[in-house]
Structure formats: C-alpha cells, structure tokens
C-alpha cells in the first residue's frame, strides 16, 4: 500500500482549494468589515469540505501535535478584550478520525494526538464568518516553533493528499505582523501601513505570484523591511504551509489585501485550480 494515499474512510473529491487568512485582531470575531466580508464571500463559493485542516499561528509547540478529540473547546487566548468576545463559543466537531490519518501521513515526525488543546483565534474568529454554523468538522496542527521554515515547508507537503479526500486546509496568521509597532490609535484605518510594511508585502506577493517559495523561506536574507515584518515567525509560517500545498498549474488569487495599523496586514489569498471559477 502506497503511505501517501488517504485511506478509503474517505472520500474522493476534486482538489480542494487551500486558504491563507490573515486574521488580524480577534474583534474580528464579533465585528463586521470589509475583511470578515470577505472570510463569508470565500464560505460562499468554495466548495463545502467534509472537513477542515486549520494551522494556526496561535498553537506554537515543542514537536508537532495535533487535536483528536471529538468535541474541541473554544480557546480565548487573549486578554483584555470586551466580554462579547469571551462568550463567543464555536461548537464544530473535531475529527479523530482525520487526526489519526493526519499522524499517518506526516513521516518527518511523530506526530502527537492532542486532547488539550481545542480551536484557537487564529482558527475560529476565521471560521465563525467562513462557515457560521459549525458544522464541518476541524482538526488543528501545531506549529513546532524550534524547527526552520524549511522544514515546515517539506512537512506540509506531506499533507497534499487530504486535498483530494474532502478536507480543506486553512493556514492562519498574518504575512506581516509586527505587534511592537502598531499605531493603534489608527488600527481601524483599513489601507495604513508604513513604508517597511508595505515593500515587504509587495514582494511577499511578488514571490508568491512567481512561485519563487525559496525566497520567501529564506526570509531572514530578504533585507530590512522582513526583518521588521517578521520579527517572529509564528504569523509567518502558516504561510509557507499554504504555499507548500500549490500544485502545478494552480493559480494564487489574493483577497482582503490591505495593511492596518502601520505594521499589520491582513492579505489573505486561495489557491485553487487554474481553470477554476465560482
């Protein structure tokens, strides 16, 4: 038996598309703007996954885990934020059975199955808007924070498979995300972003639009304007798991495309089928 084949309790399916959103704030959750306006577009005109696969920057581990309880609690790792935000609770199911199929595919590690953690902000403020009635099951894996962006890149392709078997992955962070240096007085001001953040956006989306994966693994020799958008690189890394995903003749189609805050950017894009349209 061929170990990169998702085993037959799954279904086939046409290659299911793969989201990077960039989050934001966690009032995202409770709010509606042009960027939640735009997570409930893609819910209506994606393809409806039998499940989810969600890699968020706010599950950052030693080794790589992920969940496998059937029913994830909804974790408000946060603080100081108005108590509407604390009584949001996203019931989806999780899915053990994915989590067992997830720890067979993945060969670079041994992967842990997690019952501790649940769905994080990076997972369902994006998800509330994406599928609101939290029907899909979700499973979530861990980023393991002591391993190179290359690693993460080569672990993520082994997930290609569940593409093809119903499952839609979610990448969760922030392409550039540097907390230090938000003016909050102007974080609601949709399109701001200082000059750093925004020559390293552009050439983020330049890499990416010309496939060049390399240079954007190789973020730290990118020159100054990275090293400012990515002084750590948890909000990063999703992204590289998403780009790891692309197939050939595969198209990259950006959304919710702005900076906020001076230092924060909430681009989000969908790879999907060349030829595909909704």
């Known amino acids: 038996m061929n170990d990169n084949i998702v085993n ?7 290659s299911m598309p793969v989201l990077f959103v960039g989050h934001g704030t966690p009032m995202n959750a409770i709010q509606e703007n042009e960027f939640t306006t735009g997570w409930q577009n893609i819910g209506k005109l994606v393809p409806k996954p039998d499940a989810i696969l969600c890699i ?3 599950w950052v581990t030693r080794g790589t885990l992920v969940t496998a309880m059937e029913k994830p609690k909804t974790i408000h790792d946060f603080g100081g934020f108005p108590k509407e935000l604390y009584n949001i609770h996203y019931p989806a199911p999780g899915s053990p059975e994915l989590a067992d199929e997830i720890k067979r595919l993945i060969k670079k590690e041994i992967v842990g199955l997690d019952n501790d953690w649940g769905l994080d902000h990076g997972c369902w403020s994006v998800m509330k808007h994406i599928y609101p009635n939290a029907d899909i099951p979700i499973v979530q894996l861990s980023l393991d924070y002591f391993q190179e962006p290359q690693y993460h890149y080569e672990l993520a392709k082994e997930l290609l498979p569940l593409r093809k078997k119903g499952v839609m992955i979610v990448c969760s962070g922030n392409m550039v995300h540097n907390l230090r240096l938000v003016d909050w007085e102007r974080l609601e001001n949709t399109d701001y972003g200082y000059d750093w953040a925004i020559d390293a956006l552009e050439k ?3 890499f990416i639009l010309t496939d060049n994966h390399k240079a954007l693994i190789d973020y730290k020799l990118q020159g100054n304007s990275f090293k400012l958008a990515i002084p ?3 909000h990063y890394l999703p992204m590289i798991y998403a780009l790891a995903l692309k197939e050939e003749h595969e198209k990259v189609s950006f959304f919710n495309d ?3 805050g001076g ?4 681009t989000s894009f969908i790879i999907e089928k060349s030829n595909q349209s909704y």
Do not use: D
Not at 8 to 14: D, G, K, M, V
Not at 263 to 266: G, I, N, R, V
């Open 56 to 58: 968020s920057a706010h």
């Open 232 to 234: 750590t690189n948890e």
């Open 263 to 266: 230092s924060l950017a909430m």
């Open 8 to 14: 037959n309790n799954f279904r086939n399916t046409e």
């Open 204 to 206: 983020m989306k330049r």
């Open 258 to 260: 702005k900076n906020v």
